[in-house]
């Protein structure tokens, strides 16, 4: 009689079956994910952020006025999608106003205006303001360039991106900046004023606006001629 006798595979055997397994089965998953079009990788992927979801559209009536007040339709500059978009208001202005003193109310309007909160319908399109609430106008020192705005804090030390809300709401402004240029704006102390310019790269980039603007030397006054003796 023949006896038969079953032979066991060695251990170190199976696990290398084992691991040629595994190495087939890999290397057919890479196949199908080439097959797809698809490159496998082994390293994160940075796609970038998310896609927006704000519309930034403005809603109807945005630009209602305030009764009792004379108005005077202009653009403020709103924060949307990282960016500053213009947005159609109706300042109220006192009709009874000194001429001179007129830069200065037109800037105090503009400030209430972009630190006013934002009705339902903006918030919801993605419309935002970082003006501080009690940021005020004053007006100019003597022998400050004529255009000059002064303001309760130095522009330098607002955030970037209320600065740039500021400058470009300022700029749209034909009662502040009568003519094409920078907008030249002070703080409450001695220090001479200084300009800054709406850009595309300001509108597209509000928070990397430079914070300290080109400074604008004080206009000197002209001395009194002598008297003739």
Do not use: H, N, Y
């Not at 704000?54 to 209602?64: E, I, L, M, W, Y």
């Amino acid at each position: 009689m023949t006896t038969t006798r079953r032979r066991t595979a060695e251990p170190g055997t199976a696990r290398r079956g084992a691991t040629a397994a595994v190495a087939v089965l890999g290397l057919l998953s890479l196949g199908l994910l080439s097959g797809c079009g698809i490159r496998a990788t082994t390293v994160p992927v940075d796609v970038g952020p998310a896609p927006s979801r704000v519309s930034c559209k403005t809603p109807a009536g945005a630009a209602a006025g305030t009764g009792g007040m004379q108005g005077v339709r202009t653009t403020v500059e709103l924060v949307c999608g990282a960016q500053l978009v213009g947005v159609q208001r109706v300042v109220p202005v006192p009709e009874k106003r000194p001429a001179r003193d007129l830069a200065v109310l037109v800037t105090q309007a503009l400030l209430e205006v972009l630190q006013r909160e934002l009705s339902a319908e903006e918030r919801e399109a993605g419309f935002t303001t970082e003006v501080p609430a009690l940021l005020t106008a004053s007006a100019p020192r003597p022998g400050d360039p004529e255009g000059t705005v002064r303001l309760s804090r130095k522009p330098e030390d607002l955030p970037p991106v209320a600065l740039s809300q500021l400058v470009c709401t300022l700029a749209e402004s034909d009662a502040v900046s009568a003519k094409p240029g920078p907008v030249v704006l002070g703080g409450p102390d001695a220090d001479p004023p200084r300009a800054w310019e709406c850009t595309d790269a300001v509108r597209s980039r509000p928070e990397a606006v430079p914070t300290l603007g080109d400074v604008v030397r004080p206009t000197a006054t002209p001395a009194p001629s002598p008297s003739a003796s």
